[in-house]
């Protein structure tokens, strides 16, 4: 029974290989993120209708499409749509007391299953023309929809566009405008533009949408949204469509998400509600399988008697001095520098446009990096990172989303993960 008993460097072995199983099943699902059929997604869309009325008893309305966003699981709160589906009745009464606004979304027409939703944040359309509603109360009659970074989209991919076009609600004898009334619509992304008439970045597609179809999601062959459906070419003369029509790229959402902190889940690029589960649980379950790899080897070798006693405490001295000469590193996670790695132990690295001070430099044109945007040390003796912002225009962010204050050190943890202006250029400090 002696000879079976188990040593306690057997015992951390084992603990370490579990641990890191547990770590390695967390990092692989937060990095893969699921994925769903294109038409599931139409399980996150309602219809948004919007109203106006004045005291001599006028009104007017119009529909669009808005679809869930959240954490996954969760009951749904918030709902994205296009700014100009809620202009009317989000601008008018703030310019005449005597206009009343209302926005409801819809879950069922048919059912008269709807709620009256707060505009928490509003882009006209000649600029973001995104708006965010918020739901009285969370509801569970919805799913958040995942998103995907728009730098992962290909020219060419193939995109569906999905929401309540009215060409063919009004063609429907009795249109429901729930969840079976989700119409779908093919094509690809033809490509990636500027717009002249807003501020926003497009796709340009062939994907078919229509009016009514404006705030619903385009999405991918897995379900994830890549886009926000919002206008079309027409002929001037005969107003027949061109076949040329436009969706915002999703990155101009996240920046909004992240600003007014709203949670949002992501995949090929995750949003801060999710992101650390990929770049935290699996840095540590491959140190964890690695470590209990390595200790379960070492217990065999010794029970084994393959070294000397004098070679065993001498290897048992060069075990104990592993881990401390691991190097504390920079890693670039996504943008320019994903995948690059920058040793901390040879000195802080500062990062910029700026050359001649910077360390990690971009381009001059990299849209809200500054010149001496911020700098990250390593500190031996507490062991930890220190990041710090140098006064920055748009902001170094933790990956929980706080927002550094210029000048002042913030503590950071191996597998801690930062952020320049928004998630297009993130980083990670650990140590390899």
């Known amino acids: 029974m002696g000879g079976k008993k188990w040593t306690s460097m057997q015992i951390v072995a084992i603990l370490l290989l579990a641990v890191g199983l547990v770590g390695l099943v967390f990092g692989i699902l937060g990095l893969a993120g699921g994925g769903m059929e294109p038409y599931e997604a139409r399980n996150g869309i309602v219809m948004v209708y919007a109203t106006v009325a004045d005291t001599q008893g006028n009104s007017q309305s119009g529909w669009g499409t808005g679809w869930a966003i959240g954490k996954p699981g969760q009951p749904v709160e918030y709902i994205v749509t296009n700014g100009h589906v809620v202009e009317q009745a989000y601008t008018y009464p703030k310019m005449d007391a005597s206009i009343t606004g209302m926005v409801q979304v819809y879950y069922s027409a048919a059912e008269n299953d709807f709620v009256q939703a707060q505009v928490v944040y509003y882009s006209g359309g000649s600029e973001k023309d995104i708006a965010i509603l918020r739901l009285p109360t969370p509801t569970d009659k919805r799913v958040p929809l995942m998103l995907r970074a728009s730098d992962t989209v290909k020219m060419g991919e193939t995109a569906y566009a999905l929401g309540f076009p009215g060409n063919s609600s009004d063609r429907q004898q009795f249109p429901t405008f729930g969840l079976d009334d989700v119409t779908i619509t093919r094509g690809i992304i033809s490509n990636r533009v500027n717009p002249s008439w807003a501020t926003y970045e497009a796709f340009q597609m062939d994907v078919s949408i229509a009016g009514g179809n404006s705030g619903g999601p385009l999405v991918d062959e897995k379900g994830n949204v890549i886009g926000i459906n919002t206008s079309g070419a027409v002929d001037p003369e005969t107003g027949a469509s061109l076949g040329m029509n436009y969706a915002i790229i999703i990155d101009e959402l996240t920046k909004i998400l992240d600003g007014e902190r709203i949670a949002y889940n992501m995949t090929g690029g995750l949003g801060w509600t999710q992101k650390w589960f990929g770049y935290v649980f699996l840095p540590i379950g491959i140190l964890a399988m690695a470590g209990g790899a390595f200790l379960l080897v070492m217990s065999q070798k010794r029970r084994e008697g393959i070294f ?55 381009d001059r044109n990299t849209p809200g990096i500054s010149g001496r945007h911020c700098q990250v040390a390593y500190d031996a003796n507490g062991d930890c990172f220190l990041l710090t912002d140098l006064g920055s225009s748009y902001g170094t962010f933790l990956g929980n989303g706080k927002k550094l204050t210029a000048n002042v050190a913030e503590r950071l943890a191996v597998g801690d993960t930062f952020y320049l202006c928004d998630n297009a250029n993130r980083f990670v400090v650990t140590k390899e």
Do not use: M
């Open 308 to 362: 000397a006693a004098g070679g065993a405490a001498g290897q048992g001295a060069a075990a104990g001095r592993g881990p401390s000469n691991r190097k504390a590193v920079l890693r670039g996670v996504t943008g320019k520098y994903a995948g690059q790695s920058f040793d901390l132990t040879r000195g802080k690295v500062v990062i910029g446009r700026d050359p001649a001070v910077c360390n990690v430099v971009f």
